[in-house]
């Protein structure tokens, strides 16, 4: 079953408003990763949360983690029409051998609004 | 941090060819990982390619299908063989910027479409 279910599916807003968007994953993690993706272009990580960390912060991003609930939530503040594209959340799991794989949610896509 | 490059950027395939995919690293890297995004889809690990060493595959992918090369340490190819129209995806090819975190850095990925 495909770990790291994300909503919305997709979101638009317009210039200036705040984006939030959720990803809930099923197994434990040793960390989740949320990356960036415009149109036809490849993946750009954007931040990387441990599983004891619960919040953080990189410039506009927010991410948030709770353990408990097997959810995450990523808020970027003060959008731009340069946030236009699709962001995913990407678990690593706990005790995993091999550590570039990452289990993906199916993603947002949001668009921003001039 | 490190550059990708990946090629061909996309291509136009007949159902039946086989399409290798080149992707080079500006930097040493141990492991490079080959994903798979279907159309509308998220992306799903293909296999594992160790420098040296047979490619590990995941569940659901196997070698005559998808054959991997790992010559060196800085160069990987992943083959497409016997192509249906199933198989019109992008590949991306990706590296771990930080030694076990996992953390990757993706090339601009090959977008096949399979007539």
């Known amino acids: 079953s495909q770990q790291g279910e994300e909503d919305p599916q997709a979101l638009s807003i317009q210039e200036g408003e705040n984006a939030t968007m959720n990803c809930s994953y099923k197994?434990?993690?040793?960390?989740l990763q949320w990356y960036r993706q415009n149109s036809g272009r490849g993946l750009v990580h954007l931040i990387l949360i441990r599983s004891n960390e619960r919040e953080k912060h990189s410039g506009r991003l927010r991410v948030t983690l709770d353990t408990s609930k097997k959810s995450s939530s990523l808020l970027i503040t003060a959008s731009r029409a340069a946030d236009t594209a699709s962001y995913f959340c990407?678990?690593?799991?706990?005790?995993?051998?091999?550590?570039?794989?990452?289990?993906f949610g199916q993603g947002t896509i949001l668009t921003v609004h001039p | 941090s490190a550059v990708i490059s990946q090629k061909p950027s996309r291509d136009i395939c007949q159902r039946g060819t086989s399409l290798t995919i080149q992707c080079q690293v500006d930097s040493q890297v141990t492991m490079m990982f080959w994903y798979r995004q279907q159309p509308g889809q998220s992306l799903t690990l293909i296999a594992t390619?160790?420098?040296?060493?047979?490619?590990?595959?995941e569940s659901g992918f196997v070698i005559d299908k998808f054959p991997i090369s790992r010559p060196n340490l800085t160069f990987s190819t992943l083959t497409v063989s016997n192509m249906s129209p199933e198989d019109s995806s992008i590949y991306l090819c990706s590296v771990e910027v930080l030694a076990r975190t996992g953390e990757l850095f993706f090339g601009e990925g090959s977008r096949l479409t399979v007539l």
């Open positions: 990407a678990t690593r799991d706990a005790g995993g051998t091999s550590y570039g794989k990452l289990t």
């Open positions: 197994t434990s993690i040793n960390n």
């Open positions: 390619a160790n420098q040296g060493s047979e490619a590990t595959y």
